[in-house]
């Protein structure tokens, strides 16, 4: 297991996203799943009629943290993008194991399927940074 991935899995599927349209930042708080075989590849739902689906139609560069594990790890990132996924509910179903998530989506087949790819972050921890860059 890699140290992105170990980051990722201590974010318990959490992360905030930050949005921008119109100069106005929007920041919220969403559960995600990470692909095994491409691991800067994250799936998110949103419902269709919501501002986060709104800001991203305009502009889909977004900023993303992981939530904070007791040792204050997380994943950062301002070079991502957030863009509807060309795969289906069906393709990443089994990607989503933590049953918070599903308590809060309990049809996310029928929202509209995310595909986050971040592009390079920062692994931050109170004991030092670490940067890693992806190839897609």
């Not at 921008?20 to 269709?48: C, T």
């Amino acid at each position: 297991m890699t140290l992105f991935e170990e980051y990722a899995l201590a974010a318990k599927g959490l992360l905030y996203v930050a949005t921008e349209k119109d100069g106005q930042p929007s920041l919220r708080i969403m559960g995600f799943a990470m692909d095994p075989n491409q691991h800067n590849h994250w799936y998110l739902v949103s419902q269709p009629d919501t501002g986060k689906m709104a800001d991203l139609k305009v502009n889909d560069r977004v900023a993303v943290m992981t939530v904070m594990n007791e040792n204050g790890a997380r994943i950062e990132s301002n070079q991502a993008t957030l863009r509807p996924s060309t795969k289906n509910w069906a393709d990443v179903k089994d990607y989503f194991t933590n049953p918070v998530f599903h308590r809060n989506h309990p049809h996310p087949e029928e929202e509209v399927l995310l595909e986050l790819t971040i592009h390079s972050a920062r692994l931050a921890a109170y004991a030092g940074n670490e940067v890693f860059t992806f190839e897609d």
